[in-house]
């Protein structure tokens, strides 16, 4: 394309791609600007409805650009303007929206212009039947890949000293063999977008002669060559729909520019194209040396040599092959042989980081934008934390400031819509204080925050008003109290109150005991956040306090003649209100002693426990509840272990149905609750297990399996085998209790203190306590390892 600019040398380039960023053209000389970029056209009274127009290095309409910003001619798109695309897109799917084929930096790589863009809508009636040119030519030459066939004909041959036009001829003779015989090729809106870059061309040649040159995709050159009658070409164009459109430039990726991103016009390599296209000599010696640096930064071996031997391969298998140089096949090949020794899974990496590529393109400060997208630049520049395409992790310490607002950026930006970063799980400490963040940027949160526009210019402001409308519009309690906890994650103060009346409101109204279960635990998880973020939540602790005593009332009642599944979902709101009693609990006690008022309701946290003594005697509340309910009193110390082995021997009696008592079992010892260490350490309630298994009759044992079978399947592996050891070498039973200590050589019937003593120094230093004086702090240290 640059050597045929240089040979014509025209006046002007006329470039396929939307009339109203001609604008936005001299931005593309910008030092700043460094592509992949796109640009982006958006509907003003809708921002969601959008359009882009990619453009990478390699693209031919951007070395035109570029070209002509160089040489002081002037450069004009032709197509369509998307004030019209972006109108057709409220019928169907633009073609921009899923892959505009003008401009799409990809016809230098085996995609003529609207080859594939298909955008499955249908029209009058009957469903679009795309063709591919490239594909059926490839398919004519013998090929059976497009883009292979393309690199064989157009990028390896190259065009010969003085005949710089030939591949152009060469492709319009093609192109136009080919329009008639598939005529429109199913591309119907192309008659009407190639009607109106007709009548730019004719106002081009009147304005400026014969010094003209097009630069468009292939598909499109018999159309414009095409004698029409200029009133028929105006017709066509006449009384199209349009709406208010802005333009703008935005970074793009080249995972965007790939076809299995779900873009039309997209191929698959153009991490492979952009390293052709910037190669300047032994494209495949330095794309080898790409790859090994790439597999040594993965800690893999591999050598110069390695390097040597993949490139001999490539270049024997291109020749044997009877291609004239190594593609992409020949290298991918070599490499698998040599550098991966023969495995896929390195393999995989390089594709993905190499032939697709992760590179995020940059536009200058100058570009147009929306102010909210002005603010967002400015926040992250103070925050550094940059855009990437790559995804990564990013933990944050929230004592630290620049930590405490990359966490408030995110929040605020994950309510708008602009998922720009995800929370993920820590690796490290899981106190309130850490964070842990996946982030990965894709070009389409540009058009998110567009559409985030309408709510405010600042981030801070639009975040506000999209959560006071978002608590007004919640369709239940628990979507308020989530949005209530992340209201206080993204420390949007002017919300709050707002959240927190119509939270109010919707609890006073809302008698369903499963509802309030359900927004409970969010509620109180939103107050742990008060201390390390510095909020006031006292009127959150007084909500959470009033909706937890409402559940206390409701729960007994609401637990009764329940199915198998609705057991089941309220077994876990049981578990999910005990966790937010415990902590709230923790809150309203602290209340005081942080300056707060006290709360009139007290510590709830007996009268919980007063609720669960309900539920685990009550016959009509399902066994998985009784069960679950046993085993919380238990833990919290408010149940001996054998009033606990008397209450599982009464519902294991042979007088209880086997499948009421294996839903019991599956309550006490079941749902991650921490049950199978709790029978490895309490040998009786193992053995009333073990007697109550072995005493179910065989026609009952079938029914009762799977209940079993997903209680203990949930265990890990180890505690698995360590009860299953524990039974086989049982030296007996007796009155039902594996008898006789422990089954498992190496331990003990009771606790050694001479061996746990041999820990303590050891516990001391890592607690912060190596200064004391000798033994002081044993009896506490003791009481913790018993």
């Known amino acids: ?103 799409d930096g990809t016809e230098s790589s085996g995609e003529a212009d609207g080859i594939d863009g298909a955008d499955g809508t249908e029209e009058s009636g009957k469903p679009d039947v795309r063709v591919d040119p490239l594909a059926v030519l490839a398919e004519a030459a013998g090929y059976d890949d497009p883009e292979r066939w393309w690199e064989d004909v157009v990028e390896h041959r190259g065009a010969g000293a003085g005949d710089v036009f030939a591949p152009f001829a060469a492709l319009e003779e093609a192109m136009g063999a080919l329009r008639e015989e598939f005529g429109s090729g199913g591309h119907e809106r192309d008659l009407v977008r190639e009607a109106y870059m007709r009548l730019q061309v004719r106002s081009a040649q009147r304005e400026f002669e014969s010094g003209v040159a097009v630069v468009c995709g292939a598909w499109h050159v018999p159309a414009l060559r095409e004698k029409t009658a200029v009133t028929a070409d105006r017709a066509l164009v006449k009384g199209l729909p349009k709406v208010k459109a802005d333009m703008t430039w935005v970074p793009w990726t080249y995972r965007r520019l790939a076809r299995t991103s779900g873009y039309g016009a997209g191929i698959d390599s153009p991490g492979w194209y952009g390293h052709l296209f910037g190669a300047p000599d032994r494209p495949v010696e330095r794309w080898m040396t790409k790859v090994a640096g790439l597999l040594r930064d993965e800690d893999r071996l591999v050598s110069s040599a390695h390097v040597i031997e993949a490139v001999r391969l490539a270049e024997t298998l291109a020749a044997m092959r009877g291609r004239p140089l190594a593609g992409l096949g020949e290298t991918t090949d070599a490499v698998r042989a040599v550098m991966c020794e023969g495995s896929d899974v390195p393999l995989s990496l390089v594709h993905d980081r190499l032939v697709v590529g992760d590179v995020l393109g940059e536009v200058p400060q100058g570009a147009p934008a929306v102010p909210l997208q002005r603010d967002l630049d400015r926040t992250q520049r103070r925050l550094r934390l940059k855009p990437e395409a790559l995804e990564r992790e990013l933990e944050l310490d929230l004592r630290k400031e620049t930590d405490a607002g990359r966490s408030r950026l995110l929040h605020r930006l994950r309510l708008l819509g602009v998922g720009w970063g995800e929370p993920a799980v820590s690796r490290g400490s899981t106190g309130t204080f850490r964070e842990t963040w996946r982030l990965r940027w894709e070009p389409e949160l540009s058009v998110r925050v567009a559409e985030a526009g309408v709510w405010g210019t600042t981030v801070l402001a639009a975040a506000t008003a999209k959560v006071a409308a978002d608590a007004v519009s919640a369709p239940g309690l628990a ?102 009693v415990g902590l709230l609990g923790d809150a309203v006690a602290a209340g005081p002693s942080a300056g707060v008022p006290a709360s ?23 066994g998985v509840i009784r069960g679950r309910a046993v085993r919380l009193l238990l833990d919290e110390g408010e149940l001996g272990q054998d009033e606990a082995a008397r209450l599982m021997g009464l519902v294991l009696s042979p007088g209880t149905p086997p499948a009421d008592a294996a839903a019991w079992i599956e309550g006490f010892v079941g749902g991650g609750a921490g049950g199978g260490m709790l029978l490895v350490h309490d040998e009786r309630l193992l053995g009333l297990v073990d007697a109550w298994l072995t005493g179910v009759p065989a026609e009952a044992f079938t029914d009762v399996l799977p209940l079993l079978r997903r209680t203990f399947s949930a265990y890990e592996p180890g505690v698995r085998r360590t009860l299953g050891e524990l039974v086989r070498r049982g030296p007996g039973k007796q009155g039902g209790v594996v008898g006789g200590g422990s089954g498992i050589p190496g331990f003990g019937a009771d606790l050694d203190l001479e061996r746990a003593d041999a820990v303590l120094p050891v516990v001391r230093l890592l607690l912060g306590l190596d200064g004391d004086p000798a033994g002081a702090g044993n009896n506490d240290l003791v009481g913790v390892g018993q």
């Open 1 to 103: 394309m640059r050597a045929a600019l240089e040979a014509a040398r025209p006046r002007v380039v006329l470039i396929e791609g939307p009339p109203e960023a001609d604008a936005l053209i001299p931005l593309a000389a910008d030092e700043d600007m460094r592509p992949p970029v796109a640009l982006l056209a958006h509907a003003v009274d809708e921002p969601g409805r959008s359009a882009f127009w990619p453009f990478a290095e390699f693209s031919p309409e951007w070395v035109a650009i570029r070209w002509a910003l160089a040489n002081d001619v002037p450069a004009r798109f032709i197509d369509l303007p998307a004030t019209h695309s972006l109108a057709w897109g409220r019928e169907a799917t633009a073609d921009g929206i899923t892959g505009t084929d003008g401009a």
């Open 479 to 580: 979507d308020v109290t989530a949005l209530a906890e992340r209201c206080l994650l993204a420390e949007l103060p002017e919300a709050l109150p707002v959240v927190m009346r119509v939270l109010a409101d919707r609890a006073a109204l809302d008698a369903d005991v499963g509802h309030l279960a359900q927004a409970l635990p969010a509620l109180v998880r939103a107050l742990r956040y008060g201390d390390v973020r510095g909020t006031d939540t006292h009127a959150l602790t007084e909500v959470a306090a009033g909706l937890a005593e409402r559940v206390f009332v409701g729960l007994p009642p609401a637990c009764a003649a329940l199915d198998t599944d609705a057991a089941e979902e309220m077994r876990r709101h049981v578990d999910a209100v005990h966790g937010a």
């Open 600 to 622: 009139p309701h007290g510590d709830l946290r007996p009268r919980w426990r007063s609720v669960l003594r309900v539920l685990s005697g009550r016959d009509s509340v399902p």
